[in-house]
């Protein structure tokens, strides 16, 4: 991508070296999770811990900055110890966050979004759509997963479980989860269930193709300069949510509620 690719912890830096990684590789990454009940087998930050490792690896492979993992998110599991935010207050968050990159000359942000709930993905599209139309700032916000098959989102089943298996295994009981059928209001678990399916190689090899994927958009963006495949991107992965929009969202009242509906009826309460 570039002849010497050079890279730092937004954090740890000195305005000298912020300055020449940015005229090197103009890339801001944000890792992005939430504190979300994961049932009995996985962590509450599973998702943040998921983004921010991904984030890592993106960034010492194309150059640029990392910005600090952000824990907060909207549409969260309202189960257990989650901490949820009203979606008005994220929508916000990332608006003027995004704002600020584009205003400090950055060329592209990439928000690695460990949560993948609909009315979270739905939001932040919002948001990085919003941003591009007011500025230059190029936004390629997405789970760590979606360019490798968006049948991989799952939550709390195979493919999660795997990728912090992979990246966490310290964090991981799958014990906890006894010997019964699962059922989503009982064990967090929509997809297929981990017990016997998930491993860290598995985690490892899905992770590995998600930061392939993501750096070859990440190129392709830097020689494009266009948000042409950003917004194809978005309306293809839009369309996956058709179903859960005409039928949560048409008569609620906020993004919120509309997920809490959603979760009454796959948890069956």
Do not use: F
């Amino acid at each position: 991508m570039t002849d010497k690719l050079t890279w730092g912890r937004y954090t740890e830096l000195r305005p000298d070296a912020l300055n020449a990684i940015r005229a090197n590789t103009p890339i801001v990454y944000l890792p992005w999770g939430s504190l979300e009940w994961h049932g009995p087998h996985l962590p509450l930050g599973l998702d943040g811990l998921i983004a921010e490792k991904v984030a890592e690896r993106l960034v010492q492979r194309t150059g640029g900055v990392l910005m600090p993992t952000t824990w907060w998110s909207i549409a969260a599991i309202p189960q257990g110890d989650t901490v949820s935010v009203d979606s008005q207050v994220i929508h916000k968050l990332w608006d003027d966050i995004l704002a600020s990159i584009g205003k400090l000359r950055w060329r592209i942000a990439v928000i690695v979004s460990g949560q993948y709930s609909q009315g979270h993905e739905l939001v932040l599209m919002d948001a990085a759509e919003e941003v591009m139309c007011q500025s230059d700032l190029l936004v390629l916000a997405l789970p760590p997963l979606a360019l490798v098959d968006e049948e991989m989102l799952d939550h709390a089943a195979m493919w999660e479980t795997s990728q912090i298996l992979a990246l966490r295994p310290d964090l991981v009981d799958l014990s906890a989860l006894g010997d019964d059928p699962l059922t989503p209001g009982e064990s967090a678990v929509i997809g297929r269930d981990p017990r016997g399916t998930a491993s860290m190689s598995l985690g490892e090899r899905i992770i590995n193709l998600g930061v392939e994927r993501i750096v070859g958009a990440v190129e392709q963006l830097l020689n494009d300069k266009s948000p042409a495949r950003l917004y194809a991107l978005y309306e293809r992965r839009r369309s996956r949510y058709n179903s859960y929009v005409n039928r949560y969202c048409r008569n609620s009242t906020s993004v919120d509620q509309a997920s809490a509906d959603w979760w009454k009826d796959i948890a069956n309460l």
